[in-house]
């Protein structure tokens, strides 16, 4: 089932309340002071049947001029709206701003209701819905219904409730799978019952016991009950007006403008990106310029920085960072109302392209570029966008630099892999051209390794991902890598890395040197030398020999002082593992014994085997480790 929002809209004393109450049958003013001076001041709620038995949200706004605040607050969601013109008044300022600020959120669907027809006659009331026509003619509500009404007398009423029927049924409904999202507009406490919130609920659904973070303060707090218009509910949808009970939270901790989001789901926020729309007949907007910037049921001050021009003309779209003074909530294509600091007046707006930016020079082509696409790409284009270059990153980090919804983000991930545009690679995401300039480079590096240094094995696998893989996550190098493997380009040998095929191939001069490097250890056997000082002795090239071994499993390395030749390493192995496995424990002694060897080998050695869970140590003696038996078994059998 989907749900939606109807709201007022209109100047001061047009009727706005008194039609909500013809509607619904619920005054909504409920302050002394609202009924004391006929003016509705806080936003005013109330459930509205429909003919077919729909019911839906009904949200009455204040018309005043210094109640825009709030109108703002209950315009940011709604998905229908009734502008309300009086037809003794006419078209008034306040309904001029009104339409400005509705045209801003996009609240693109209207019905447009002449009220108080009883105090006119029908030759005037004709001469006010022409005016109407032509105020709305430049607007998106030029073909938008209108019918006169008198709440008094209730004539027309009955004629609107279907009109509401038939606009609703056309609306798209709101997005109730994603996550939720409830901007909100009220705070209170219950006595009994602790603290209230309420608000429209935005997107997805919330239920009775769900942990949700009020930001942007972050305080953690949990679903105690749920109502709407008075009804006990273990859930609530998308459209919907909600009142949570909630805990562990005092409603002086909850300012208005919050949000209810699930945690991880925003950030808060010190600057936004938007195109911002500089509404006609209003003053140019200046570089630093001070505003007050709403959204949804938030406002907070903050400074306008125009990113492609000096100045902004009345009637001209810009890219704009707002920096501001206080934090907010802010989803990609969120709407943005933008009033001058002083006087306090409606004067532009538009979509949020990014939410989280870094700040920006101006006149930056690149930052440009992005922006545009933002405002006009498809989801496609905005992942691509995000995956620039070799970049590679998981769909959590994709769905928030696009600001694309969980739904859209996964749906766009799947359209672009089927589409060869991406590959998914372990647990990132990367576009397919900029994995081909991975693996050239991975390549290059490769072959250039090679013929500098023909007889190591190749690159260290550590070397490679500190050089070209920094800032992605181990099950993708991981992945890329075995695809590398598939294809034939690499070869993973142990810790290293080389190109397909290639294989040290000593000259005759440099075996000699190898094969003298190896006898020296073999001739040390338990008491190998130091390599450190071999290296030293035997010659330029010995570095290269040294590892020409190591590379070829012709020595096992334990520290950087402690090398065996791989025959000895072996024989080690069995021995103590033998005697391990025989007699229960083995002391530092005995094994010191067993291999005539000297404490500075044997005790690196051991730790080694403790380190392979072939020992486990307990004080001063070792017992079998949980693969002691194992490690025999695999032991060569010459060893």
């Given at each position: 089932?989907?749900?939606?929002?109807?709201?007022?809209?209109?100047?001061?004393?047009?009727?706005?309340?008194?039609?909500?109450?013809?509607?619904?049958?619920?005054?909504?003013?409920?302050?002394?002071?609202?009924?004391?001076?006929?003016?509705?001041?806080?936003?005013?709620?109330?459930?509205?049947?429909?003919?077919?038995?729909?019911?839906?949200?009904?949200?009455?706004?204040?018309?005043?001029?210094?109640?825009?605040?709030?109108?703002?607050?209950?315009?940011?969601?709604?998905?229908?709206?009734?502008?309300?013109?009086?037809?003794?008044?006419?078209?008034?300022?306040?309904?001029?701003?009104?339409?400005?600020?509705?045209?801003?959120?996009?609240?693109?669907?209207?019905?447009?209701?002449?009220?108080?027809?009883?105090?006119?006659?029908?030759?005037?009331?004709?001469?006010?819905?022409?005016?109407?026509?032509?105020?709305?003619?430049?607007?998106?509500?030029?073909?938008?219904?209108?019918?006169?009404?008198?709440?008094?007398?209730?004539?027309?009423?009955?004629?609107?409730?279907?009109?509401?029927?038939?606009?609703?049924?056309?609306?798209?409904?709101?997005?109730?799978?994603?996550?939720?999202?409830?901007?909100?507009?009220?705070?209170?406490?219950?006595?009994?019952?602790?603290?209230?919130?309420?608000?429209?609920?935005?997107?997805?659904?919330?239920?009775?016991?769900?942990?949700?973070?009020?930001?942007?303060?972050?305080?953690?707090?949990?679903?105690?009950?749920?109502?709407?218009?008075?009804?006990?509910?273990?859930?609530?949808?998308?459209?919907?007006?909600?009142?949570?009970?909630?805990?562990?939270?005092?409603?002086?901790?909850?300012?208005?403008?919050?949000?209810?989001?699930?945690?991880?789901?925003?950030?808060?926020?010190?600057?936004?990106?938007?195109?911002?729309?500089?509404?006609?007949?209003?003053?140019?907007?200046?570089?630093?310029?001070?505003?007050?910037?709403?959204?949804?049921?938030?406002?907070?001050?903050?400074?306008?920085?125009?990113?492609?021009?000096?100045?902004?003309?009345?009637?001209?779209?810009?890219?704009?960072?707002?920096?501001?003074?206080?934090?907010?909530?802010?989803?990609?294509?969120?709407?943005?109302?933008?009033?001058?600091?002083?006087?306090?007046?409606?004067?532009?707006?538009?979509?949020?392209?990014?939410?989280?930016?870094?700040?920006?020079?101006?006149?930056?082509?690149?930052?440009?570029?992005?922006?545009?696409?933002?405002?006009?790409?498809?989801?496609?284009?905005?992942?691509?966008?995000?995956?620039?270059?070799?970049?590679?990153?998981?769909?959590?980090?994709?769905?928030?630099?696009?600001?694309?919804?969980?739904?859209?983000?996964?749906?766009?991930?799947?359209?672009?892999?089927?589409?060869?545009?991406?590959?998914?690679?372990?647990?990132?995401?990367?576009?397919?051209?900029?994995?081909?300039?991975?693996?050239?480079?991975?390549?290059?590096?490769?072959?250039?390794?090679?013929?500098?240094?023909?007889?190591?094995?190749?690159?260290?696998?550590?070397?490679?991902?500190?050089?070209?893989?920094?800032?992605?996550?181990?099950?993708?190098?991981?992945?890329?890598?075995?695809?590398?493997?598939?294809?034939?380009?690499?070869?993973?040998?142990?810790?290293?890395?080389?190109?397909?095929?290639?294989?040290?191939?000593?000259?005759?001069?440099?075996?000699?040197?190898?094969?003298?490097?190896?006898?020296?250890?073999?001739?040390?056997?338990?008491?190998?030398?130091?390599?450190?000082?071999?290296?030293?002795?035997?010659?330029?090239?010995?570095?290269?020999?040294?590892?020409?071994?190591?590379?070829?499993?012709?020595?096992?390395k334990i520290n950087e002082q402690i090398v065996f030749a791989t025959e000895y390493y072996f024989r080690a192995r069995r021995i103590l593992i033998s005697f391990l496995l025989e007699k229960g424990e083995l002391k530092l002694g005995d094994a010191r014994d067993l291999l005539d060897s000297s404490r500075k080998y044997v005790l690196p050695l051991l730790e080694h085997f403790d380190g392979l869970k072939?020992?486990?140590?307990?004080?001063?003696?070792?017992?079998?480790?949980?693969?002691?038996?194992?490690?025999?078994?695999?032991?060569?059998?010459?060893?």
């Open positions: 089932m989907q749900y939606a929002i109807v709201g007022t809209a209109g100047h001061v004393d047009h009727g706005k309340t008194e039609l909500t109450r013809a509607l619904t049958g619920v005054m909504t003013d409920r302050l002394q002071e609202e009924q004391q001076r006929g003016i509705s001041i806080k936003l005013g709620f109330a459930p509205l049947e429909l003919p077919d038995g729909q019911r839906v949200g009904l949200v009455d706004v204040p018309g005043h001029e210094r109640f825009i605040r709030q109108m703002l607050s209950g315009a940011a969601g709604m998905d229908l709206v009734l502008l309300i013109i009086a037809a003794d008044e006419g078209v008034m300022p306040q309904t001029r701003e009104h339409l400005d600020i509705l045209r801003l959120l996009q609240v693109h669907r209207a019905i447009v209701v002449v009220t108080k027809k009883d105090l006119v006659e029908e030759d005037w009331l004709e001469l006010v819905m022409e005016e109407i026509r032509e105020t709305l003619e430049d607007t998106e509500y030029r073909e938008a219904p209108m019918v006169a009404v008198s709440a008094i007398t209730g004539e027309g009423i009955s004629d609107l409730r279907n009109l509401l029927m038939e606009e609703l049924a056309g609306l798209p409904g709101r997005v109730s799978s994603g996550k939720p999202r409830l901007p909100v507009d009220r705070v209170f406490s219950i006595t009994g019952f602790g603290t209230v919130v309420t608000g429209t609920l935005w997107s997805g659904t919330i239920r009775q016991g769900d942990s949700l973070m009020i930001m942007p303060d972050g305080i953690r707090t949990r679903v105690r009950g749920i109502q709407v218009h008075g009804e006990a509910r273990q859930e609530v949808q998308a459209g919907q007006r909600v009142a949570l009970n909630i805990t562990d939270v005092e409603v002086r901790q909850i300012p208005r403008g919050s949000v209810l989001v699930p945690a991880g789901t925003l950030e808060p926020t010190f600057r936004l990106d938007m195109e911002m729309y500089l509404l006609p007949g209003k003053k140019e907007m200046k570089q630093r310029d001070r505003v007050r910037i709403h959204v949804g049921t938030s406002e907070v001050l903050g400074r306008v920085f125009l990113l492609d021009r000096e100045t902004l003309q009345p009637g001209e779209r810009a890219m704009v960072q707002l920096r501001l003074e206080s934090q907010l909530v802010v989803s990609r294509q969120d709407r943005v109302v933008i009033r001058s600091y002083s006087p306090m007046d409606t004067i532009g707006g538009g979509p949020v392209l990014d939410p989280l930016p870094p700040r920006h020079k101006r006149f930056d082509k690149e930052v440009l570029d992005r922006l545009a696409t933002r405002l006009s790409g498809g989801p496609g284009d905005l992942v691509l966008q995000k995956l620039g270059g070799s970049a590679a990153f998981g769909t959590k980090e994709i769905q928030a630099g696009t600001g694309l919804s969980e739904e859209e983000t996964s749906r766009t991930l799947t359209e672009l892999l089927e589409e060869g545009e991406i590959l998914l690679l372990g647990d990132q995401y990367i576009r397919r051209e900029g994995a081909s300039v991975l693996r050239d480079q991975l390549e290059d590096a490769l072959d250039t390794f090679h013929r500098n240094f023909p007889l190591r094995p190749g690159l260290s696998r550590e070397e490679v991902r500190s050089r070209f893989f920094q800032g992605y996550s181990t099950r993708f190098f991981n992945r890329f890598l075995e695809t590398m493997e598939d294809e034939g380009l690499l070869e993973a040998r142990q810790s290293f890395l080389a190109a397909a095929g290639f294989s040290p191939e000593p000259t005759e001069a440099q075996s000699q040197g190898i094969r003298a490097m190896e006898e020296a250890f073999l001739q040390g056997g338990f008491l190998p030398p130091d390599p450190a000082e071999l290296v030293a002795a035997a010659g330029k090239d010995a570095g290269e020999y040294y590892l020409y071994l190591l590379g070829q499993q012709k020595l096992v072939i020992t486990r140590r307990t004080g001063e003696t070792r017992i079998p480790g949980p693969l002691a038996r194992k490690h025999l078994e695999e032991t060569p059998e010459t060893a």
